[in-house]
């Protein structure tokens, strides 16, 4: 049922996507540093997207390693006091008397 529905789902924006293209299909110069192309309006934005999604996913990425590296350093830390611990539990207990 979740597939059925996701396939739905799927071909909805598909179709919400083919009918967006149509209706933008009109042609738009684009002036840039190097010389000037001209595209469809729907290919534009598709594309302003995906280099605003490359952009902002290279703005975290420091972020996310910095992450990584702080979990790395968490869980050696976590093994180390799980071996000191288990090591604490096999020793004697030493009865006061």
Do not use: C, W
Not at 24 to 49: C, I, K, Q, R, T
Not at 78 to 94: I, Y
């Amino acid at each position: 049922m979740r597939r059925i529905l996701g396939l739905i789902a799927l071909l909805i924006v598909i179709l919400f996507g083919l009918s967006f293209a149509l209706l933008n299909a009109h042609a738009v110069g684009v002036d840039y540093y190097f010389g000037e192309l001209s595209l469809p309006l729907s290919l534009l934005l598709v594309f302003m997207l995906i280099i605003g999604a490359a952009i902002g996913v290279l703005a975290s990425l420091s972020m996310i390693l910095a992450r990584a590296n702080q979990v790395r350093k968490l869980r050696k830390q976590l093994s180390s006091t799980e071996r000191e611990v288990n090591q604490l539990r096999r020793l004697p207990l030493k009865d006061k008397l």
